[in-house]
């Protein structure tokens, strides 16, 4: 089968280098792919939103499958447009539709789903330019710190976590009065969860679903996790204190929930689920959802699955899921990620990349390149290189990581050398 990813980032790069190996895949194509996506199938100039333009490439060259890559075009309706369109309905798309993509486009829509469903996660309530004053009064109402998060998509940057009550007032006015443009018209003000952080996701057909393996991301610039967030400076998988006892109450009280939510509200659903979780003291509440792969954690989520995931996301799409099976390493595996200096604030693009052909024991995930005419990678991101490894322990695999971290070479270069740290103690 003719398979078109679309995207540009370490995720993508992760899925085309699962979905390349797989024994029913005739031709890979990724749209737009990087320099590393060119080593798995062929890059297409189109961008992910183009969706007309998407339509007419994948009857051209007879696409069985498109998998979606990032929020965006899910947001923005990609599934419906191929669904709603008589000559591409034959077309499988990897990816909900804009009803089931309102889980991660409205923070506000999420919430109230988790609630109506009892779902665990953190106290809110909603607020307007018009509602101002009553969010100050729900401000006053909680501990710090204060969580402030934007209701739409802002590119990973809608979210505050301020420590003073004075500072949360005045930045949930900014907010309201357009500080994220229109994704912030409305604010969801959250009570603070203290726990740790994980990642959980599931492929599902909308009945049936496989869980994935789970993962931890290192969202902070800064070792120690300090700094400014990021999209992520690493991650690893499995996650230590994700026991069975954990993931039981993980599956009962949130994914099964969660499924059957959507099947109540008759949502059609076919692709993934990433759970943003906390564990607070041994309980699971979630923070938030994305309805697709998590990124750097793709990159340590899909080295890990031994089945051929084009076949379990061809029997997702075609609801027979439940037929599947998965099978997951055992293995440890750790990510990495190598950034451009300045990052996450502005930083320079086209800095040649050296050490690429010297990288043993380690994958190489292209999250911000691009190819030259003359044949070099250059940098054309924040977030440049994910360096993935496997290994019987974490700590094994972190040295196979860092040792190859440290052969790539590009101008001012930077990265976290104490991803898993607090995992290991």
């Not at 599931?202 to 400014?228: I, M």
């Not at 054309?380 to 993935?388: D, E, N, P, Q």
């Amino acid at each position: 089968m003719n398979v078109l990813i679309l995207g540009s980032g370490g995720r993508e790069h992760a899925l085309a280098w699962k979905i390349a190996r797989s024994r029913l895949l005739t031709k890979l194509f990724i749209a737009p792919g990087n320099a590393g996506t060119l080593h798995a199938g062929v890059n297409v100039n189109i961008q992910v939103n183009d969706f007309a333009a998407i339509g007419e490439f994948a009857k051209k060259e007879n696409i069985s499958l498109i998998v979606v890559g990032p929020e965006d075009p899910l947001v923005n309706g990609i599934h419906d447009y191929f669904l709603n369109h008589p000559a591409l309905q034959g077309i499988l798309v990897i990816g909900p539709g804009k009803a089931g993509a309102m889980l991660e486009g409205s923070k506000d829509f999420a919430k109230e789903f988790m609630f109506r469903h009892n779902i665990p996660t953190a106290r809110y309530k909603s607020f307007t330019l018009t509602t101002l004053s009553e969010g100050y009064t729900f401000l006053e109402s909680l501990n710090p710190p204060y969580v402030l998060k934007a209701d739409g998509l802002a590119a990973g940057k809608g979210v505050l976590i301020l420590q003073s009550l004075d500072e949360a007032r005045t930045e949930l006015q900014h907010m309201l009065e357009g500080k994220f443009g229109a994704s912030s018209k409305t604010v969801v003000i959250e009570e603070y969860l203290t726990g740790i952080e994980l990642s959980v996701f599931v492929l599902t057909d909308g009945q049936s679903y496989k869980l994935l393996p789970e993962a931890k991301d290192y969202k902070r610039v800064g070792e120690g996790d300090t700094g400014l967030n990021t999209g992520g400076m690493g991650a690893v998988s499995p996650v230590p204190f994700a026991d069975a006892a954990f993931m039981q109450k993980v599956d009962e009280r949130i994914i099964q929930r969660t499924i059957a939510g959507l099947q109540i509200e008759a949502i059609p659903y076919k692709g993934f689920i990433f759970f943003g979780l906390m564990n607070v003291k041994g309980e699971p509440y979630v923070i938030e959802y994305n309805v697709r792969m998590g990124d750097p954690e793709s990159e340590v989520v899909f080295p890990r699955i031994e089945s051929d995931l084009l076949e379990l996301l061809d029997a997702a799409a075609k609801g027979i899921l439940s037929k599947s099976s998965l099978v997951i390493s055992k293995q440890t595996a750790t990510t990495v990620m190598l950034v451009s200096g300045g990052y996450p604030g502005e930083y320079a693009k086209g800095h040649e990349i050296s050490g690429l052909d010297n990288i043993a024991d380690s994958m190489v995930f292209h999250a911000g390149t691009k190819p030259t005419n003359d044949g070099k990678v250059v940098t054309s991101g924040g977030r440049v290189l994910a360096i993935t490894s496997l290994g019987k322990t974490m700590g094994e695999a972190l040295e196979k990581s860092y040792k190859n971290a440290a052969i790539i070479g590009f101008k001012d270069k930077y990265y976290r050398k104490d991803i898993g740290f607090d995992l290991t103690s």
